[in-house]
């Protein structure tokens, strides 16, 4: 027997009840949403769809038209769209709760998603010429220890927004400003044949991944989000630190690389 968290559709408190209740006794807004709610969300954000891979391709667009152009909300609106919130958080949560399933079917929807980005974006960097000096394209081929602290806070705060049921699109721009424009501007160079810059973009990209998974679990963990039962707690918690322990060794290797790479 377990206790109910959450009914659809909510009930709502009778009349008399809320006026016994005082104002500083009312429940607080915002506070975190249910596990099975989390989970249900998360579900389906990282289903591999048709609808899915419309929107990774749009969005790539935009944004690698947005960088070239040089036109900065033209990126932040491919942001908006960009569908890879889904399998990042997806993956984060598959970590918290120790579900491999969910693991696997976010890899293969995150793998699908950024391999497309990546690939329409080699071929508009064939296309069209490419400058490096644009203002879109030099900021993600200089790699400096501050992007990891964008991209921990990125992954932080969508995870935290997610989990209190904040709007998906606001959401999305928090883990897309860390996730899309880099991938697009690697793909871009590459198409161009600018190996060393597109090396620089891909370090970040890496990185940001890096750091958006790994401050993903640790919220997740600060949050509460664990399985019910013992078992599947402590298989969670070996899961937990087996990957927070990758992440963090992976993170360590690019600030070296980084360091080196002045």
Known sequence: MLPVEVTLPRLEEPEAEKQKTQPWEQPIQGIRVSR????????????????YMAMVVLSTIVAALGVLRDNTAVVIGA?????LLG???????????????????SLKTNLAGVSTAFGISVILGYLIPVDPDVYEIAIRTEVHHYDIALALASGAAGVLAYTVGMSAAVIGVMVAVALLPPLVTAGLLL??????LALYAG??????????????????????????TWYETTKAKRANKMAIMLWLVLLIILMILIYYSG
């Open 203 to 228: 370090l970040l990209l890496i990185t940001n991944v890096i750091c958006v998974n790994l401050a993903g679990v640790a919220t997740f963990i600060f949050q509460g989000v664990r399985p019910r």
């Open 191 to 196: 198409g161009d044949m600018q190996w060393t």
């Open 87 to 105: 399998p990042n958080v997806g993956l984060a949560l598959s970590t918290a709760l120790g579900d491999f399933d969910l693991a696997i079917k």
């Open 36 to 51: 099975e709610e989390l989970y249900s969300d998360i579900s389906d954000a990282v289903a591999l769809t048709r609808v």
């Open 79 to 83: 942001m908006v769209i960009a569908p």
